[in-house]
């Protein structure tokens, strides 16, 4: 593993971090003010960093209390000033009406480092369901 690569994983830890205690101003400082985000729910395309910090609020709102989010099969890409990243993230927790979460989401990021510091400048938001139930899939119950 290169600097280049410890650096980039250690800014995607910082924003799963940041996600994981609805801390909306240090996730943000992850996302280029230019940022185009494609999310699940309408209007499923989201542009600037004013419309995204909105969704995130929207989504960090569902919840009562933190939000679990665990990283499976992470993938990552760096060349230079140019890294990708694409992952699967378990998210977890107690929705606000008191019912527990559990499903999975997809992601791929995609960051510019300018001045030393990565920024999300795109990031692309899936989830997998049921094609027999058309609900979203969700983990196994143990």
Known sequence: MTTNDSEFLAFL???VDACQ???IDRLMSHYSPDIVYYDVVPPLQFAGSGEVRRNFVRW???YDGPIGLETHELNIAVNGDVAFAHMLHLD???LKNGSDRA???RSTVCCRRSGG???ITHEHISMP???QTLQPWTPPTE
Request: glycine share 10%.
């Open 13 to 15: 830890d910082g924003r």
């Open 21 to 23: 205690v609805k801390d």
């Open 60 to 62: 960090f709102d569902e």
């Open 92 to 94: 977890t927790g107690t």
């Open 103 to 105: 499903m999975w989401v």
């Open 117 to 119: 510091k990565w920024l």
């Open 129 to 131: 369901f049921d094609p």
